[in-house]
């Protein structure tokens, strides 16, 4: 399982400091998405026995009714739920590296027409042609923009989601008392049976902790939505003088 996590965690880390093509709180997100692997694999520590936690006051041969108090129990996803809308996750931020790797070729393209033309092929084309395959230049295209918007709108409709099914799936069904099972398992059962899942609070926290983490990337999207459609879209603290003649958007 370490070895999955480092393997998972060292191409974030490569794609997140390598500087050919960046934008806008690119570094952010891809740290967003390392401290996320992380607490994601601790998280699931605590999930991993949880068949085996469950426990009724059946006797030993009546593992069928405890089984069937524990599909009654948890009958929404957990652990498949997190990893799923974790790879939505990652989709939202590959999203916008792939519409930045289209808009470096095209820029790529230009700038071998424009050497090509030019006359000796001077130094300082060449330094613009480099400084230009660095950072995108949101307020030279508005489609840049507004596809900046929508990678960022995915992330917190996912994170929405991610913290919905913490907090009003998962949560609840680690309650502090016995629960009884009353559904198909009770009918299988000899008896009343009362449930308990063991270490309970260790699972609460690993809840808590994942929606932390998920709370702190939807105030973060949020916070660079509203300032990417005030600053770039609506102008809000844009410079008063600018070049109007832009051959590039990177």
């Known amino acids: 399982m ?7 965690l060292i191409p974030l880390l490569r794609t997140a400091v390598d500087t050919t093509t960046t934008y806008k709180a690119r570094t952010l997100w891809f740290g967003f998405l390392a401290v996320r692997l992380v607490v994601l694999f601790v998280s699931e520590l605590p999930w991993f026995k949880l068949d085996s936690e469950f426990s009724c006051n059946a006797t030993a041969r009546d593992s069928l009714c405890t089984r069937a108090c524990y ?4 009958d929404r996803p957990t652990v498949v739920a997190w990893n ?3 790879v939505l996750l990652v989709m939202s931020v590959l999203l916008m590296e792939l519409f930045s790797g ?3 070729a095209a820029a790529r393209k230009r700038s071998m027409k424009q050497k090509t033309h030019a006359s000796d092929g001077g130094s300082e084309a060449k330094a613009q042609g480099t400084q230009e395959l660095m950072m995108l230049d949101f307020h030279a295209s508005r489609s840049a923009v507004l596809f900046y918007l929508l990678s960022v709108a995915l992330r917190m409709a ?3 989601a991610f913290i919905y099914i913490l907090l009003w799936w998962n949560l609840p ?3 502090n008392g016995p629960h009884e ?3 198909p398992g009770r009918d299988i059962c000899p ?8 270490a309970a609070p260790e699972k609460r926290m690993s809840l808590y902790a994942l929606a932390s983490i998920s709370c702190l990337v939807m105030a973060a999207s949020f916070l660079f939505f509203v300032y990417s459609v005030l600053h770039y879209l609506c102008n809000w603290g844009a410079p008063g003088s600018r070049d109007k003649d832009v051959n590039s958007v990177l």
């Open 191 to 198: 008896g009343p049976q009362l449930c308990l899942v063991r």
């Open 2 to 8: 370490a070895a999955a996590l480092v393997t998972g």
């Open 71 to 74: 599909n009654e129990h948890f």
């Open 181 to 183: 099972c009353t559904g």
């Open 102 to 104: 289209h808009l470096r």
């Open 84 to 86: 799923f809308l974790f």
């Open 173 to 175: 069904r680690m309650q």
């Open 158 to 160: 996912v994170e929405g």
